[in-house]
């Protein structure tokens, strides 16, 4: 803090997130030197609560391998108040897309101050409650009425401005996220131009942008960006080392050929410039042009080489233009400890559908009460719609639009679940206008809460139009037969030894398997899948829809699929006794796993037997097993259960290898326990039950990630600027920094260097610990887990950033689920037309616009999967669930701690201060909590007990589900050891 001061007391200029920048509250402070969005797990000691926002999605959710079939499950793991992840990876310096943040481009200097009060700065603001929930006072910032109020937004930059802009690099584009435990607070990825994400500080700097919005960002002077104290430690400086230089002669050359830049630009100046003083400050990976700034020995220096702009650099024209910002000194600040700000200009794509479950509270001196005789048309004024998603600010609805029951009675609307929408957004409120959508119902009724949660998610649940169902073959009576002419095109597999693994309640059975032992020893290994592509034809109204929709979504009572029944469930899924389309990979492999041969293409299969994952497993675990007393399901097309076991058996031998090989490569896994539930003929829960990973679910796993991976390196191959791939970055670095930290307080070793270290610290831990333990360490190292991606290969990107990290391979897709997720679909056409030599009518920019409605929805999904998964928890726990379980601790702060509760799946927050514990103290050397119990009636008068909590400590916790204001949440309350 006083070194803070320091920084501050030298150069004004320089925002410090610091208690003594800003005579704010704690809370305020707090929030001042928070540096992501999500921030999970601190490092100070005593660590500090932060709030916690959801989880991240990857497909891989936390668990980054990106099993293929993980989606499968029709239940979620219930999720308590999850944590998120900030920004991305530190990098070796700090740069910036531009050195005159007030530039030309802007449509004037004055709009583009407009709206920067001190706490849209990290400043000081009234004491609120930001945490989630929904309910924060007079949330949206317009504290001074009810109504509209006199604080006004920015206007939107001219599309004109903002592509130039974008063009030169000096804006930013990316999608919003908004803070769930500080509504005012929302983040844009940096990319590569940036360690850390861009923060957004205020509703107002927001501009009316909403969750997952692609906007467009200003950003600010970089004295005015963050210095972040914490950081500043964790790098070895101290923040009275961040001195800003004092506007020095410097000069900016615009769009420089990347190739030499710096080279050229020092043979325009005639003289050697020392290395610090000279530095690409943006990129633009597209047109492979930069900028490169310079500093010189004076002004008049400057003043010449302005005069003569443009200049010639490598045989371009270049212009040269003055540079008058202040900027950090890059030599001294390390650039994790600087967090840069800017403001939204515009909004490019309104992501977020702007539909909202909540409820209605009339205004401050609002007399909802309609006389006798008169109806809701009556009505006069304005209500409240409070959305239940933290994120949203509250809408201004016409009364006399609002339910009659709620107009004569305001407390109707307590219990009661609505749906509205925001019908516009003017300048002049920080409050939208919105319209009444539908009364749900009562809430904490299931069904209602489930239609909710698809509401606040986007899910469709409209049923397939005539239109769209006209898109598919007509099925005659007897069945769909696969034509001569469509055959004569395929490999035909109807004679090998091919069947289906899934879930014993699948109804769509999108892939198989076969395995046939050759004469030299070596192995002819399949796996077939669905040909989805073969009936969705592009750009018919099924594909469209397809297309919106991009994946099916499981909730725990049912599922939203993406494509009709028809399809999903008869004409694609790959039913034992039928022939079926299917798109096939196909290898010849040594016993060892090594691939000799590899062949892909259109084929045609006729299952022979439809097998639960328990089946399989119970081969593995007795290959001599009795098929028929087993009851396993009948076997046809001349097979034997003889050929079904030997097949299976030889595909585990082959999966245990390269499973080895993946892992020694380099793979890394991270499980999540998984929660399921038996419901009874009311719809609610009776039991709960663990989805556990056995030996045949990762039999399966191991060829679909092989298949994966084939394709992806297939389509890439032959169309390298616009396959569509799937990535997993790295894990944000300093979050890995702060993991191994805490794990080495408590004698933990953990090796952060590389994903194949990481995995072997991992396993070493297993063998060490219970298997509770290892779930609890899995949480923790799932914390700093960034989500994978599907993007496009074009446009540039960098052939790196293609890397999947935590299966450690070059290039990986999705080839294999076409009937869940659109994505598969892209790949199965690129790769129809890789392997026909056919060019693609697919160009990077409408891949990419696939690939960003893929991630969305899949992300939506997951949300509405682990609600779905929360609401069955909550109602499980509400019918009598035990009062004392066991939890395990597996992150602790000065007041609080995060555990897992095996039993359920379920990752919760206990607050300390509500528990029966006398007296709670954090300890700063052995960084655990103490308790101390007060005497109980069985114990010795004045007897008193005290406990110890640190990282991985086993406690007894009792759960409630508490109904709040808008939805119910579950509280952990930790009991006193027995």
Same mark, same amino acid.
């Given at each position: 803090?006083?070194?803070?001061?320091?920084v501050?007391?030298?150069?004004?200029?320089?925002?410090?997130?610091?208690?003594?920048?800003?005579?704010?509250?704690?809370?305020?402070?707090?929030?001042?030197?928070?540096?992501?969005?999500?921030?999970?797990?601190?490092?100070?000691?005593?660590?500090?609560?932060?709030?916690?926002?959801?989880?991240?999605?990857?497909?891989?959710n936390?668990?980054?391998?990106?099993?293929?079939?993980?989606?499968?499950?029709?239940?979620?793991?219930? #999720? +308590?108040?999850? @944590? &998120?992840?900030? =920004?991305?990876? /530190?990098? !070796?310096?700090?740069?910036?897309?531009?050195? $005159?943040?007030a530039?030309?481009?802007s449509?004037?200097?004055a709009?583009?101050?407009?709206?920067?009060?001190?706490?849209?700065?990290?400043?000081?603001?009234?004491?609120?409650?930001?945490?989630?929930?929904?309910?924060?006072?007079? #949330? +949206?910032?317009? @504290? &001074?009425?009810? =109504?509209?109020? /006199?604080? !006004?937004?920015?206007?939107?930059?001219?599309? $004109?401005?903002?592509?130039?802009?974008?063009?030169?690099?000096?804006?930013?584009?990316?999608?919003?996220?908004?803070?769930?435990?500080?509504?005012?607070?929302?983040?844009?990825?940096?990319?590569?131009?940036?360690?850390?994400?861009?923060?957004?500080?205020?509703?107002?700097?927001?501009?009316?942008?909403?969750?997952?919005?692609?906007v467009?960002?200003?950003?600010?002077?970089?004295?005015?960006?963050?210095?972040?104290?914490?950081?500043?430690?964790?790098?070895g400086?101290?923040?009275s080392?961040?001195?800003?230089?004092?506007?020095?002669?410097?000069?900016?050359?615009?769009?420089?050929?990347?190739?030499?830049?710096?080279?050229?630009?020092?043979?325009?100046?005639?003289?050697?410039?020392?290395?610090?003083?000279?530095?690409?400050?943006?990129?633009?990976?597209?047109?492979?042009?930069?900028?490169?700034?310079?500093?010189?020995?004076?002004?008049?220096?400057?003043?010449?080489?302005?005069?003569?702009?443009?200049?010639?650099?490598?045989?371009?024209?270049?212009?040269?233009?003055?540079?008058?910002?202040?900027?950090?000194?890059?030599?001294?600040?390390?650039?994790?400890?600087?967090?840069?700000?800017?403001?939204?200009?515009?909004?490019?794509?309104?992501?977020?559908?702007?539909?909202?479950?909540?409820?209605?509270?009339?205004?401050?001196?609002?007399?909802?009460?309609?006389?006798?005789?008169?109806?809701?048309?009556?009505?006069?004024?304005?209500?409240?719609?409070?959305?239940?998603?933290?994120?949203?600010?509250?809408?201004?609805?016409?009364?006399?639009?609002?339910?009659?029951?709620?107009?004569?009675?305001?407390?109707?609307?307590?219990?009661?679940?609505?749906?509205?929408?925001?019908?516009?957004?003017?300048?002049?409120?920080?409050?939208?206008?919105?319209?009444?959508?539908?009364?749900?119902g009562?809430?904490?009724?299931?069904?209602?809460?489930?239609?909710?949660?698809?509401?606040?998610?986007?899910?469709?649940?409209?049923?397939?139009?005539?239109?769209?169902?006209?898109?598919?073959?007509?099925?005659?009576?007897?069945?769909?037969?696969?034509?001569?002419?469509?055959?004569?095109?395929?490999?035909?597999?109807?004679?090998?030894?091919?069947?289906?693994?899934?879930?014993?309640?699948?109804?769509?059975?999108?892939?198989?398997?076969?395995?046939?032992?050759?004469p030299?020893?070596?192995?002819?290994?399949?796996?077939?899948?669905?040909?989805?592509?073969?009936?969705?034809?592009?750009?018919?109204?099924?594909?469209?829809?397809?297309?919106?929709?991009?994946?099916?979504?499981?909730?725990?009572?049912?599922?939203?699929?993406?494509?009709?029944?028809?399809?999903?469930?008869?004409?694609c899924?790959?039913?034992?006794?039928?022939d079926?389309?299917?798109?096939?990979?196909?290898?010849?492999?040594?016993?060892?796993?090594?691939?000799?041969?590899?062949?892909?293409?259109?084929s045609?299969?006729?299952?022979?037997?439809?097998?639960?994952?328990?089946?399989?497993?119970?081969?593995?675990?007795?290959?001599?097993?009795?098929?028929?007393?087993?009851?396993?399901?009948?076997?046809?097309?001349?097979?034997?259960?003889?050929?079904?076991?030997?097949?299976?058996?030889?595909?585990?031998?082959?999966?245990?290898?390269?499973?080895?090989?993946?892992?020694?490569?380099?793979?890394?896994?991270?499980?999540?326990?998984?929660?399921?539930?038996?419901?009874?003929?009311?719809?609610l829960?009776?039991?709960?039950?663990?989805?556990?990973?056995?030996?045949?679910?990762?039999?399966?796993?191991?060829?679909?990630?092989?298949?994966?991976?084939?394709?992806?390196?297939?389509?890439?191959?032959?169309?390298?600027?616009?396959?569509?791939?799937?990535?997993?970055?790295?894990?944000?670095?300093?979050?890995?920094?702060?993991?191994?930290?805490?794990?080495?307080?408590?004698?933990?070793?953990?090796?952060?260097?590389?994903?194949?270290?990481?995995?072997?610290?991992?396993?070493?831990?297993?063998?060490?610990?219970?298997?509770?333990?290892?779930?609890?360490?899995?949480?923790?190292?799932?914390?700093?887990?960034q989500?994978?991606?599907?993007?496009?290969?074009?446009?540039?990107?960098?052939?790196?950033?293609?890397r999947?990290?935590?299966?450690?391979?070059?290039?990986?897709?999705?080839?294999?689920?076409?009937?869940?997720?659109?994505?598969?679909?892209?790949?199965?056409?690129?790769?129809?037309?890789?392997?026909?030599?056919?060019?693609?009518?697919?160009?990077?920019?409408?891949?990419?616009?696939?690939?960003?409605?893929?991630?969305?929805?899949?992300?939506?999904?997951?949300?509405?999967?682990?609600?779905?998964?929360?609401?069955?928890?909550?109602?499980?726990?509400k019918?009598?669930?035990?009062?004392?379980?066991?939890?395990?601790?597996?992150?602790?702060?000065?007041?609080?701690?995060?555990?897992?509760?095996?039993?359920?799946?379920?990752?919760?927050?206990?607050?300390?201060?509500?528990?029966?514990?006398?007296?709670?103290?954090?300890?700063?050397?052995?960084?655990?909590?103490?308790?101390?119990?007060?005497?109980?009636?069985?114990?010795?008068?004045g007897?008193?007990?005290?406990q110890?909590?640190?990282?991985?400590?086993e406690?007894?916790?009792?759960?409630?589900?508490?109904?709040?204001?808008?939805?119910?949440?579950?509280?952990?309350?930790?009991?006193?050891?027995?």
């Amino acid at each position: 803090t006083a070194a803070a001061a320091a920084v501050a007391a030298h150069s004004p200029r320089v925002k410090t997130a610091s208690a003594a920048s800003t005579p704010a509250s704690a809370k305020s402070k707090a929030r001042a030197n928070n540096t992501d969005a999500n921030a999970a797990a601190a490092t100070p000691s005593p660590r500090k609560e932060k709030g916690r926002g959801k989880p991240r999605e990857d497909g891989s959710n936390p668990v980054p391998h990106d099993s293929p079939h993980q989606q499968q499950q029709q239940h979620a793991t219930p #999720r +308590g108040r999850g @944590r &998120g992840r900030g =920004g991305s990876a /530190s990098a !070796s310096h700090v740069s910036t897309p531009r050195d $005159e943040h007030a530039s030309s481009s802007s449509p004037s200097s004055a709009a583009a101050r407009r709206g920067r009060s001190a706490r849209g700065r990290g400043a000081a603001t009234p004491n609120r409650d930001r945490r989630g929930g929904g309910d924060h006072g007079d #949330r +949206g910032g317009d @504290r &001074g009425g009810e =109504g509209h109020s /006199s604080s !006004s937004f920015e206007p939107y930059w001219d599309r $004109e401005a903002v592509s130039a802009g974008l063009k030169r690099n000096e804006l930013l584009r990316g999608k919003i996220r908004i803070s769930k435990n500080d509504f005012e607070e929302a983040f844009v990825k940096g990319g590569d131009q940036f360690p850390r994400d861009v923060k957004i500080p205020s509703l107002v700097l927001r501009n009316r942008a909403l969750e997952g919005d692609i906007v467009v960002v200003a950003l600010d002077p970089q004295s005015e960006w963050l210095v972040l104290e914490k950081d500043a430690a964790n790098e070895g400086h101290k923040a009275s080392e961040l001195c800003p230089d004092h506007c020095p002669p410097r000069v900016v050359f615009r769009d420089v050929p990347m190739a030499n830049a710096m080279a050229g630009v020092l043979y325009v100046l005639h003289h050697a410039v020392p290395r610090k003083d000279i530095r690409i400050t943006s990129r633009n990976v597209k047109t492979g042009k930069c900028s490169v700034t310079v500093r010189l020995s004076d002004e008049e220096e400057v003043e010449a080489l302005v005069a003569k702009s443009p200049v010639r650099v490598n045989g371009h024209e270049v212009q040269v233009e003055r540079v008058d910002e202040p900027v950090l000194h890059v030599g001294v600040v390390p650039p994790s400890c600087v967090q840069p700000t800017g403001k939204v200009v515009y909004i490019e794509e309104q992501i977020n559908p702007r539909v909202f479950a909540g409820t209605l509270r009339p205004l401050s001196g609002f007399d909802p009460l309609i006389g006798e005789g008169e109806t809701k048309d009556d009505a006069k004024g304005d209500v409240l719609f409070v959305p239940r998603d933290s994120r949203v600010p509250r809408l201004l609805i016409k009364a006399s639009t609002t339910p009659e029951a709620f107009l004569r009675n305001p407390k109707w609307a307590e219990d009661q679940l609505l749906v509205a929408r925001i019908a516009s957004w003017d300048e002049s409120s920080l409050r939208p206008t919105g319209v009444m959508v539908k009364e749900v119902g009562v809430a904490g009724d299931i069904e209602n809460e489930t239609e909710a949660i698809l509401i606040e998610n986007g899910v469709d649940t409209d049923d397939f139009t005539e239109e769209e169902l006209a898109c598919l073959p007509k099925v005659p009576e007897s069945g769909w037969v696969i034509s001569d002419e469509e055959l004569a095109k395929r490999r035909d597999f109807r004679k090998d030894c091919v069947f289906s693994i899934d879930p014993p309640t699948a109804r769509d059975l999108d892939d198989a398997l076969s395995c046939a032992l050759l004469p030299n020893g070596n192995m002819l290994v399949g796996v077939h899948i669905a040909d989805v592509s073969h009936f969705l034809q592009p750009g018919t109204a099924l594909d469209q829809l397809a297309q919106r929709r991009a994946t099916t979504t499981y909730l725990v009572q049912r599922c939203y699929p993406m494509l009709p029944r028809l399809l999903c469930e008869d004409l694609c899924s790959l039913e034992e006794n039928q022939d079926r389309l299917s798109f096939s990979v196909v290898w010849t492999m040594e016993p060892s796993g090594k691939i000799i041969d590899e062949w892909m293409g259109k084929s045609v299969i006729r299952s022979c037997a439809r097998l639960a994952y328990q089946h399989c497993q119970a081969v593995i675990e007795n290959p001599d097993l009795d098929w028929a007393a087993a009851k396993h399901p009948t076997i046809y097309g001349g097979y034997t259960e003889t050929d079904v076991k030997a097949a299976i058996t030889r595909l585990q031998s082959l999966a245990v290898n390269m499973r080895a090989q993946r892992f020694a490569g380099g793979a890394l896994r991270l499980d999540k326990p998984k929660a399921g539930f038996t419901l009874g003929e009311d719809g609610l829960p009776t039991a709960v039950f663990h989805y556990e990973l056995k030996d045949s679910n990762r039999l399966v796993e191991e060829f679909m990630l092989l298949a994966n991976m084939a394709t992806a390196r297939a389509i890439y191959n032959h169309f390298s600027d616009c396959a569509l791939l799937r990535c997993h970055p790295p894990p944000l670095e300093n979050k890995m920094v702060e993991l191994k930290s805490q794990c080495e307080d408590v004698g933990i070793d953990i090796d952060i260097s590389s994903s194949v270290k990481l995995q072997e610290s991992l396993l070493k831990f297993a063998q060490e610990h219970t298997k509770d333990e290892f779930q609890a360490l899995q949480a923790l190292v799932s914390m700093p887990m960034q989500m994978a991606t599907y993007f496009s290969t074009g446009g540039g990107r960098d052939i790196e950033s293609f890397r999947h990290y935590a299966l450690s391979v070059p290039y990986y897709t999705h080839f294999t689920s076409p009937i869940r997720r659109y994505a598969d679909v892209i790949v199965h056409r690129l790769l129809d037309c890789a392997l026909s030599n056919t060019p693609t009518t697919y160009v990077h920019e409408q891949v990419q616009r696939i690939a960003d409605r893929c991630n969305d929805r899949k992300s939506a999904a997951k949300a509405a999967q682990e609600a779905s998964a929360f609401l069955y928890t909550c109602a499980f726990i509400k019918k009598g669930f035990a009062q004392r379980t066991k939890a395990l601790v597996y992150n602790v702060m000065d007041a609080s701690i995060d555990v897992l509760v095996p039993q359920l799946a379920l990752d919760l927050r206990v607050r300390l201060d509500k528990c029966g514990a006398k007296d709670h103290h954090y300890d700063l050397f052995s960084k655990s909590l103490i308790l101390d119990w007060p005497a109980t009636e069985e114990t010795k008068k004045g007897a008193s007990l005290r406990q110890t909590i640190g990282l991985f400590s086993e406690v007894s916790v009792a759960l409630h589900v508490v109904k709040g204001p808008l939805k119910s949440e579950i509280e952990a309350e930790i009991l006193r050891p027995e």
